[in-house]
């Protein structure tokens, strides 16, 4: 064969192919590979919304992605958790503790109650984390700029100012570029934050044994509320023994302060476990207290819960 110019042409040309189409076979490999990565994570049995700093540093090194490309690449599988019935909205967030784990979180709403019901995804992915142990938020994403409710109630942070709002679609914010001129904690003389470990002095009005009261109670020492001091928990177990619990979240602006029993609801949500599986739920919290949780609990869990025994056990602030 003859070397001509346009065999030539034609051999550089197949080069050129072949180039490309393995280049676009092996980023296509790349993907399927994080893609069942990601789903080997999420999809194990014991997954409760927590993604560990281990997973995200094996996959940022394994598929050179920055800090705000893995919070963006799991943000999607947080959505997947959201419960809309009302709006037919679903948000997912992620947010970054200071031992370097993510934290999922997605929206709730409670059909055939009122709205003031709703958790949006970010508040969902604070109290995952808090409820892990964190103490610190160092990173939230929500696809752009939280909503006003929820930049209120990310004020509420002991580290509110060092947060970063990572922003898929350009720069990303702290809350004073969004909440300017904020209203926050130190409007009401409070120097804490949520996140700062909380130890309520708090003892059960009658002595119990029992492992969920105990385990309601703890969640009620970890309590955050320094306005009302109005303190409250829920623990509760499922038909298969699993126990949940969920602590009482204040905000100096009152309305975006988290009940306890949306923050238990929200952390069965992220284990994937259906809310009709509750079988008994104890609330704990102070006797005649300026806030109580007692109407919220009930009414809430009869909803979605309907079998569920419920209980109401007082404790007393030993202050
Ligand atoms: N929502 C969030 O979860 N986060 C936001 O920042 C915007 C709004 C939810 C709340 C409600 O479930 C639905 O979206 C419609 O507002
Ligand atoms: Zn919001």
Known sequence: MKFTLKNIKAVYKSLFLCFFINISFSQSLINDKLESRIKNITNAKNFKGVISSENVLNISNEFGLDNDQIMELFRPYSKMYSKAPISNYNVGAICKGGSGNL?????????????????????????????????????????????????????????????????????????????????????????????????????????????????????????????????????????????????????AAFNPSVSPVESVLSSLNLSKVPFDQIVRAVLVEIKSSKVSQKNTFQSILKRVAPNAKLEIVYCTNKK
Do not use: M
């Open 103 to 251: 934290y999922f979180g997605s929206n709730i709403e409670i059909l055939n109650e009122s709205l003031s019901f709703t958790l949006h995804a970010e508040q969902a992915a604070i109290i995952n984390a808090w409820n892990n142990g964190e103490t610190e938020i160092r990173n939230i994403n929500v696809g752009g700029s939280p909503c006003g409710h929820c930049l209120q109630f990310l004020n509420e942070l002991n580290n509110a100012d060092s947060l970063v709002i990572v922003n898929p679609k350009g720069k990303n914010f702290r809350i004073r570029d969004l909440l300017t001129l904020a209203f926050g904690p130190k409007n009401l003389g409070v120097k804490t934050g949520l996140l700062a470990i909380q130890k309520n002095d708090l003892e059960l009005e009658n002595e119990s044994q029992d492992k969920l009261t105990k385990r309601a109670l703890l969640a009620a020492k970890n309590s955050y509320a320094p306005y009302s001091k109005s303190y409250s928990g829920i623990a509760l177990i499922t038909k298969e023994s699993r126990v949940f619990y969920g602590s009482y979240a204040e905000n």
